[in-house]
């Protein structure tokens, strides 16, 4: 079938031609309703008139970026790797990734297992809810996929192999090159300039060298260091929730890169709902929850890191007995250091390019009283520059976590 943008109607009659579908919902009375709010695609929840238990989501791509407008053209192969790296994701993590139905790379389209017992982790974060588990399912996580996509694990030809499905990427990756390290450090159009215009807070930023020589040099890591198999949003609007389980869902701009990028992500969503509740709400008890969500994400993702390396002797990097083993632990003890290091540095790019910069976070932008949004915005800014020129120092979580409370 030749692509074309599908919609409510449209959806059910492209879904009724599809047998591993049809066999899942057992009749063809089926609804579908538009429930994406996202950036970049159109998202269809379809559930049966007769058994409204069975539910699924399609989620497709649109040749430009939605958030923006079909001026901003965007090529929709990014799907094709979204749905490479659910596979692989899946493969490595099942419990924490959805189940795919159906995908087509024509149509730019895949159908995928419905988290309707879950909320968007963002909107409950919002909301001060703590979820108990959330520090260790997604610590292993990210292990897991980071540790099973690199050269500590795999085969040199098993690691090209792996680059060469992602290397195709390159609109996506540019996407964030340009977005998170660039546009939003400068004068530039897809800016939020209405906040942009005579705040000094902006022109405080764009000015300084210091942090921005610091973010190129996180920016050349970003597009030149091919660690392993990143989600590459891994922001908590991909995040999928409940007191019971956690799902990462969204992985299209996956590519292989450095280790960091992820975890940082992640660190930077946590801090900014921190800085929400330090501004908005005044919860000390859940920012208190908040840190040590943190320091336990942190802490877990390097001890289950090094787990999984104890466990495999051989790789591309490591032949078993190159090393006695206390030089051994003292290399991959360093090793994870610098990738926490380098975690922290990428999560202050992160945090800064969302406060003027195009797609910005709730916890801050969707602050209405312009007073306690600009004061979200600077403490944002503050912890972000700290993150970003003190990254390669850091000797321990205590010090990031120091750095968020020193701020207010």
Known sequence: MNYKVLDVSSVVEYILNIKSVMNYFGSDDIRAEEIGDGNLNYVYRLSS?????KVLIVKQ???????????????RERMTYEIRALQKFYTICPS?????????????????????????????????????????HISTYMAATLFYTSSLYLSSSDKRELMDKFN????????????????????HETNDNENVKDNPEAEKLFADMEFKERVLELKYKFMTQSDALLHGDLHTGSIMINEKETYVIDPEFAFVGPFGFDVGA???????????????????DFKEWLLLTIKEVLEK???????????????????????????????????????????????GCKMARRVYGVAGVEEIRGIEDKILRAEAEKTALKIAREFVIKHDKIESVDEILEIMKNAG
């Open 301 to 347: 993702f390097s001890a289950e890191f090094l787990n999984f390396w104890n466990q495999n002797k051989n790789s591309a990097l490591l032949v078993d007995g190159y090393l006695d083993e206390s030089a051994l632990q003292n290399f991959k003890k360093r090793f994870i250091k610098n990738i926490i290091r380098d975690s922290v540095g990428f999560a």
């Open 266 to 284: 992640l660190l930077a969503n946590l801090v900014n709902n921190y800085i929400h509740h330090s501004v908005v709400t005044k919860d000390e």
């Open 96 to 136: 924490f990734v959805p189940k795919i139905y159906y995908a087509s790379q024509e149509m730019s389209l895949v159908v995928m297992e419905y988290l309707g017992n879950h909320i968007i982790m963002r909107k409950g974060l919002i909301n001060s809810v703590k979820y108990k588990n959330f520090s260790d």
């Open 61 to 75: 791509a649109v040749p430009y970026l939605r958030c923006v407008g079909e001026d901003f053209l965007l090529s």
């Open 49 to 53: 008139v007769l058994n409204p238990q």
């Open 168 to 187: 195709g990427n390159t609109e996506l990756c540019k996407l964030s090159e340009d977005l998170v390290f660039s546009f939003a450090f400068m004068e």
